[in-house]
């Protein structure tokens, strides 16, 4: 008993002041993309060619960028000869919607709230159920992680019940895949009304690394309505936290400091 | 005289022996007989002109060779699973992949779930609906769980055939998070493949991209300066690392000892950041690349690495210190899920499982590649085979992995540049086996006239394992369960591909 007190000093207390305080991220974090304008020369397509899951599309000699399907894999800023893709260290990138999911000209629509009654039932309590539906384990490992006590998420009342019928909402990870459908299915069925969806990961927003694949959708969004999208492959801890926190209403800032 | 390949060489597919089935059997049975491993057992079409070819590789893991031998079947084949139980799942993939069936194979039912790829008209059975085993009897009950679990896990599908609370056998059947990544990376590698390679088993990102990586790199005849070879070898422990401390924390968790639990939640989120000093990405995403690595790293920064590594190493030895200095979680874990060395050998089973039950084997030692070919590398083993060995193992091979990194500190060169690969070569076969933190990853790839994939073989450690977990459960408390499955924590998606 003595030994455990003690081991439990030695540990220290872990818990990260965020959303008080920004997070420390690594030096080579690939958080929100840009392109540097005055560096893109318009009209080569480097980055484009080299995207694995086609996420980069040019309109109006524009790169716009499809973060639903992007990996945030490093290959398009190693392919552009001029140096105008970067990563930034931005890790909010969670919205409401699939066409806010991309870059382009217009600025990037961060997650809002919910509405008034999902967001009063929800807001200081959101139990949540994580449904795995194909995928890598990746985004699992990523949302496992919120449980600990670096991220605590049960200080803003979010947590994770093992059974649907307990649930407010579904985490759903992975391209849905054939043999996952009828179970997920089932599983948000059993979900009590007003509920709420959420896709973490490349995959459920678009199928990810298997767009088209001949056994797996492509994403959730064809077969449920999906309340908020969170980009990544995975998506960082920190991205799936600050987009719940957005999507309870319980933080607003688009400012970083 | 069959042919012997070496860890990530190639060797021409015409030098392949084309043996009769009876005798591909036979000399498969013997090898393994006489102490050899099947590393893959796999049927493919890579030629027109037959209807399935065969194809085995056997690891001789005191010599570090494989043997590769093939056949051609049409409808059927005499069944290995009688003499060499270890072909068990593999004889149950070829039936699922190609319908042909191995004659005599007891048990021969789908393990993914998918329609055969070799005819177009018959489906794919429902998934988990299948001929499961059953215990009859008027107190005998059946417990069924899953394909969604009540974590934030994987799905798959377990039967429990019990008396009571005992565990008379339990069936795993799997197959929801099929992907059909090997059919995607046919007529490959192309701009998908290592996306495909990374998301294989998101928890070995590193582990099956370095598989890859030394496959096509043997391929092209393209050699990778050992600077480069180091950090790959330093990403791959760090993954080690991870996942060995989170799966101590989440044992500690199943038998209720909450403060290890708590610990090591935290411990294997700096292992993770480690990771992504390297390259960004927590999970090794973007890191392993074909020719060497994506990202260079200079002195200061491993330094800065080995710093955090040792003072996290310290943390990580009072979380684990605490867990056997506390006999209630020593007595939950000795004597519970012990499998024989004589059944781990039997099932085939490889890595840590294996070499918790007492069967020294690890590729690191046995197949050494990459920056594990330049010192001899201590292969370490339990004895029991039960929780407490697998969980003990995890420990010792944590200790040895940070001893590993720590270790490269004097002879680390910065500044390496990753090489240009060139074309594969044509008409190929070559084998490329990691020591993932699960145990061997094996890749095999078959190239066709213009040196592009042919065939593209993955076998996660997991498929070779599963098994052994079902075996492990016989005759134990079904509340035991999610300890004994913990103690393996096998991949779902790396077998269901």
């Known amino acids: 008993m003595i030994k455990s007190l003690w081991t439990r000093l030695k540990q220290h207390h872990r818990t990260i002041a965020f959303p008080k305080q ?93 509405e008034d009654q999902r967001r009063k039932l929800f807001g200081k309590s959101f139990k949540l159920r994580v449904v795995s539906a194909g995928g890598c384990n990746g985004c699992e490992v990523e949302t496992n992680v919120l449980e600990t006590i670096v991220f605590d998420i049960g200080r803003f009342g979010i947590g994770v019940v093992a059974s649907p019928r307990h649930a407010d909402g579904l985490i759903i990870t992975g391209p849905v895949t054939h043999n996952m459908k009828s179970a997920l299915e089932k599983t948000y069925r059993a979900v009590p009304d007003p509920k709420v969806v959420i896709a973490v990961g490349a995959c459920a927003i678009s199928g990810g690394p298997y767009i088209d694949s001949p056994v797996a959708n492509n994403g959730v969004g064809n077969l449920l309505s999906v309340d908020l999208y969170i980009p990544g492959c995975p998506p960082h801890p920190l991205t799936i936290l600050d987009g719940l926190l957005r999507l309870l209403g319980r933080r607003y800032s688009t400012s970083r400091r | 005289m069959i042919p012997t390949i070496k860890n990530s060489k190639w060797l021409p597919l015409c030098d392949v022996p084309v043996l009769d089935p009876s005798s591909w059997r036979q000399v498969i049975v013997q090898n393994v007989r006489e102490g050899d491993r099947i590393a893959a057992l796999f049927g493919c079409t890579h030629n027109a002109s037959v209807p399935v070819r065969l194809y085995a590789l056997l690891a001789r893991d005191g010599q570090g060779t494989l043997s590769v031998l093939c056949t051609d079947v049409e409808k059927d084949y005499p069944s290995l699973t009688p003499e060499c139980p270890q072909a068990h799942w593999f004889e149950r993939e070829i039936f699922e992949q190609w319908n042909i069936i191995p004659q005599g194979h007891q048990w021969l039912k789908p393990i993914r779930f998918h329609a055969p790829y070799a005819s177009s008209t018959k489906t794919s059975p429902p998934i988990g609906e299948a001929d ?51 059919h995607s990376l046919i007529g490959g590698p192309n701009k998908r493949t290592l996306p495909y390679m990374e998301t294989l088993a998101g928890d070995t990102t590193v582990g099956h991209t370095t598989a890859y990586c030394q496959l096509v790199e043997s391929l092209a005849g393209c050699t990778v300066s050992s600077p480069l070879l180091r950090l790959r070898a330093i990403a791959l422990e760090c993954e080690r690392l991870a996942n060995h401390i989170g799966d101590l924390g989440a044992l500690a968790g199943d038998v209720g000892f909450l403060p290890t ?117 201590p292969v370490q083993w339990g004895e029991k085979g039960d929780v407490y060995s697998r969980a003990y193992l995890r420990w010792l091979e944590i200790l040895q992995s940070i001893h590993f990194i720590i270790d490269k500190q004097e002879r680390f060169v910065p500044n390496a540049v990753q090489t240009q690969i060139g074309n594969l070569q044509p008409s190929s076969l070559a084998v490329s086996l990691v020591e993932g933190w699960r145990g061997e990853i094996c890749h095999v790839g078959l190239t066709d006239d213009q040196g592009k994939f042919a065939h593209y073989k993955i076998i996660d450690p997991s498929f070779h394992n599963w098994f052994g977990l079902a075996m492990a459960m016989r005759n134990q408390l079904i509340s035991d369960f999610p300890l004994c499955n913990k103690s393996f924590n096998l991949s779902y998606c790396g077998h269901d591909l």
């Open chain 2, 132 to 182: 499961f085993f059953q215990l009859l009897g008027n107190e005998i009950h059946e417990v069924a769980v899953g394909p969604v679990h009540a974590g934030v896990i994987e799905p798959g599908h377990f039967r429990f055939q019990c008396h009571g609370e005992d565990v008379y056998h339990l069936e795993i059947s799997l197959g929801y998070q099929h992907r059909a990544i090997e």
């Open chain 1, 22 to 114: 920004e997070p420390r991220l690594p030096e080579k974090f690939r958080g929100l993309p840009s392109i540097v304008q005055s560096r893109c020369p318009k009209h080569c397509s480097e980055c484009v060619t080299s995207c694995p899951t086609d996420a980069i599309t040019m309109k109006d000699k524009q790169p716009h960028w499809d973060l639903g399907r992007c990996l945030f894999c490093p290959e398009c800023s190693r392919a552009c000869p001029h140096g105008a893709v970067l990563f930034t260290d931005d890790y909010r990138m969670a919205t409401r919607t699939r066409d806010n999911l991309v870059i382009g000209p217009k600025e990037y629509g961060l997650a809002q709230p919910l």
């Open chain 2, 261 to 377: 639990a708590s610990f090591c939640g935290r411990i294997r989120g700096d292992f993770l950041n480690l990771t992504a000093e390297l390259c960004g990405s927590r999970l090794g995403r973007g890191f392993i690349r074909p020719g060497g690595v994506a990202f260079e790293l200079d002195t200061s920064a491993f330094h800065g690495i080995c710093e955090r590594l040792t003072s996290v190493s310290h943390d990580a030895r009072s979380a684990i210190d605490l867990l056997w200095n506390t006999a209630s979680v020593v007595a939950r874990f000795e004597n519970t899920g012990t499998l024989s060395q004589a059944a781990a050998r039997d099932l085939g089973l490889v890595g840590l499982a294996a070499r918790a039950s007492g069967v020294k084997i690890d590729v690191r030692k046995d197949f050494p590649c990459g920056a594990y070919a330049d010192e001899p590398f």
